[in-house]
C-alpha cells in the first residue's frame, strides 16, 4: 500500500467521523445557539386580525328591536352618576340599573367611531334628504340646526345581556321653537349613532293622510335601514293608538322576539310619524 492511498483512506476516515459527530451533536448545539438568542427576553409579535377574538355586531333587525324595547321599557338608572354608559362592559355596575332594558344619557360622549356634536347635524340633514328622495319623507321638509334643535347622545341597553347595546341621537326642536311655526319641521327623531340611520321620527307636514301612501313608505324605509322579513300586523288592541290613521307592521327582532313599527298621522296638526311599539 503506497503512502498516498494510505493518505487518501485515512482522510476518508476522518471525514466520516466529522460527518458521525455533526449528526449526533450538531442539533443540539445548534438548539443551544438559538435559546441563547431568545431566553430571558421580552419579544413583541403583531398578530393579524384573523387571531383577534370574536366580536359581536348587531344586524339592523336585532338594531330596531333592541332600540324599541328601550324606548318602551325604559326605566332610568336610580342614579343620575350612573348614566354614564360609555365606559367598558367591565366597569359599568349593571345592577344600577332597573329593568331589563335601559334608554340612558351618555354622560362619556361620542367615542372615536360615532357621530360627534359637531357632525350630527350635518348627518341628520344628509340622512332627511335621503328618506325625501326614497319617498318616506315629504320633500317640503325643513332641514335642522344647532340653533333650533337640541341633539342628545343615549345608549341603549339590554341589562341582562350588556354585550347588546347601541347609541343613539335623539334630535328634537328645541323648547324655545314652541311658539314657531313647526310646518314641515321635524319634530323628533332617533339616529344611529354609528350609521347616522333615522330608525324614527316625528314631522309635521302640509299633506294629509288621504296623500300618502305608508305601504310604499314602509317598503322604502326598510330598504333604507336594511331590515328583513316585513309582515303587516293587526294591532290587538286598535284602541291602544290615538290616531285611526295608522298601519302597523312586524320586523324579526332577537331570541324569537319581533319588532312592532307603525306608520301614523296625527290629524289636525297634520304630524307624520315612524314609530317603534
Keep these: 500500500m503506497t503512502v498516498q492511498r494510505k493518505r487518501r483512506d485515512l482522510t476518508i476516515l476522518l471525514f466520516t467521523i466529522f460527518i458521525l459527530l455533526v449528526s449526533i451533536f450538531g442539533p443540539e448545539q445548534i438548539s443551544r445557539y ?3 438568542g431568545s431566553l430571558n427576553q421580552i419579544t413583541v409579535e403583531e398578530t393579524g386580525p384573523e ?8 344586524n339592523s333587525n336585532e338594531k330596531l328591536y333592541l332600540l324599541s324595547e328601550c324606548l318602551n321599557h325604559q326605566v332610568l338608572p336610580e342614579s343620575e352618576l350612573s ?9 359599568m355596575d349593571y345592577q344600577e340599573l332597573m329593568g331589563t332594558y335601559a334608554f340612558v344619557v351618555n354622560r362619556q360622549g361620542p367615542s372615536g367611531k360615532e357621530i360627534t356634536d359637531e357632525e350630527i347635524y350635518e348627518i341628520c340633514n344628509r340622512e332627511i334628504k335621503t328618506l325625501k328622495s326614497c319617498r318616506v319623507l315629504p320633500e317640503a321638509v325643513r332641514e335642522v340646526n344647532a340653533s333650533s334643535y337640541l341633539a342628545v347622545l343615549y345608549s341603549a341597553i339590554d341589562v341582562l345581556e350588556p354585550q347588546n347595546n347601541m347609541s343613539v341621537w335623539k334630535v328634537s326642536l328645541s323648547t324655545s321653537q314652541q311658539n314657531a311655526d313647526k310646518t314641515n319641521r321635524l319634530i323628533d327623531a332617533y339616529i344611529d349613532a354609528g350609521t347616522g340611520k333615522i330608525y324614527g321620527f316625528y314631522v309635521r307636514t302640509e299633506n294629509t293622510w288621504s296623500e300618502l301612501d305608508p305601504e310604499q313608505m314602509m317598503e322604502d324605509w326598510e330598504s333604507y335601514l336594511g331590515l328583513t322579513g316585513r309582515e303587516d300586523y293587526e294591532s290587538v288592541n286598535p284602541l291602544l293608538e290615538t290616531t285611526p290613521n295608522y ?7 332577537m331570541d324569537d322576539q319581533s319588532t312592532v313599527v307603525t306608520v301614523g298621522f296625527y290629524d289636525g296638526i297634520n304630524e307624520l310619524f315612524i314609530k317603534l311599539n
Design 83 to 91: 348614566a354614564m354608559t360609555r365606559i367598558s362592559s367591565s366597569e
Design 247 to 253: 298601519r302597523k307592521y312586524r320586523f324579526p327582532g
Design 51 to 58: 387571531s383577534a377574538g370574536y366580536r359581536y355586531t348587531m
Design 34 to 36: 438559538n435559546d441563547r
